[in-house]
């Protein structure tokens, strides 16, 4: 759909990179192999439940039997205190596959310009905060306004694109001036690539789909945020990644524990000290001189002690 514009780096199909990047470990092809799964159990859970005709319209009676029932995020707010968790849940959920891949590839492009310029140890942070400023917002909206008061009690919101429009924005708004190059159309500068989806989201709120248009603003909103404190030195992310460092050193200290201490074991065995290293270089420079004087002289000119110390060198 559209690329980074780079005069210096080949330009190569995005397919064939987004190919690529399903290989790496990093966060962003981590996050995007997560939407992609959650998609693939979500659909064939759909399948089954086909087949056993308990795929019926999402409602308090039927929708239990789905998986969405459970991750999606509601706004009402009884509901909402029986699954708290959904707020972090529904950033991750897209049950249809034009839904899927739009929102991956915003957020492929998008965090591909965030991690050159931001940085890949801040994206996560930015995802879960963008998503949960659209929740909120979201939630807020349909309990507020009275546009929504019939449906609040029914509605849900899912996907993953006020996150990866967090981020989007975020690198809008730290690079704007950056070129892209967008199919049919040519260079365009990514400050209006992401003014032109905050503006779609606007005007189509009343066209259907309202709670996913005002929840894609809250994510936009943090992400302008987030860019606008960081350029000033201003790391809004630095108290997750502090809270996530930790959390991700606890798991890995309780798995390896026991590997650590027989390492470090080893390296104490291993790792001689000074003077040992003094000691041992000197005995060898004698050990050296004595069979030298054997060479020479023979062994039968050997002192009584020089042959003690060639018979403990022989044992070691």
Avoid: C
């Amino acid at each position: 759909m559209f690329r980074q514009n780079n005069p210096y780096v080949a330009q190569t199909s995005i397919f064939d990179e987004i190919k690529q990047f399903f290989g790496k470990k990093d966060v962003l092809s981590r996050l995007m192999v997560i939407n992609v799964l959650i998609f693939l159990v979500i659909n064939i859970q759909g399948v089954i439940l086909y087949l056993l005709n308990l795929d019926r319209e999402f409602s308090a009676i039927h929708g239990v039997f789905r998986l969405t029932w459970y991750l999606t995020l509601p706004s009402d707010l009884e509901s909402l205190l029986y699954r708290p968790w959904s707020i972090i849940t529904y950033m991750f959920v897209q049950e249809d596959l034009l839904h899927l891949f739009f929102n991956m590839m915003v957020l492929y492009v998008g965090g591909k310009i965030y991690n050159q310029f931001i940085g890949d140890n801040k994206l996560l942070s930015t995802y879960f905060f963008s998503g949960i400023l659209g929740g909120l917002f979201y939630i807020l909206t349909f309990n507020i306004f009275p546009a929504f008061q019939e449906v609040v009690g029914g509605s849900f919101a899912l996907g993953s694109s006020a996150a990866v429009l967090g981020i989007f924005v975020a690198s809008a708004t730290y690079v704007p001036n950056l070129n892209m190059n967008v199919m049919f159309i040519g260079n365009v500068k990514l400050k209006y690539i992401a003014l032109i989806f905050i503006v779609l989201d606007i005007l189509n709120i009343r066209n259907g789909n309202a709670g996913g248009h005002i929840a894609h603003l809250g994510g936009a909103l943090f992400g302008y945020f987030f860019s606008v404190q960081y350029r000033k030195g201003t790391d809004l992310s630095k108290p997750f990644n502090i809270f996530w460092d930790r959390l991700v050193n606890l798991f890995r200290f309780s798995k390896r524990k026991p590997r650590m201490r027989k390492v470090y074991s080893q390296t104490r065995r291993s790792v001689p000290d000074e003077d040992y290293l003094k000691n041992k270089n000197q005995f060898q420079a004698e050990i050296d001189t004595i069979l030298e004087k054997i060479k020479k002289s023979g062994y039968q000119s050997l002192t009584t002690e020089e042959k003690h110390k060639l018979f403990d060198a022989s044992k070691k």
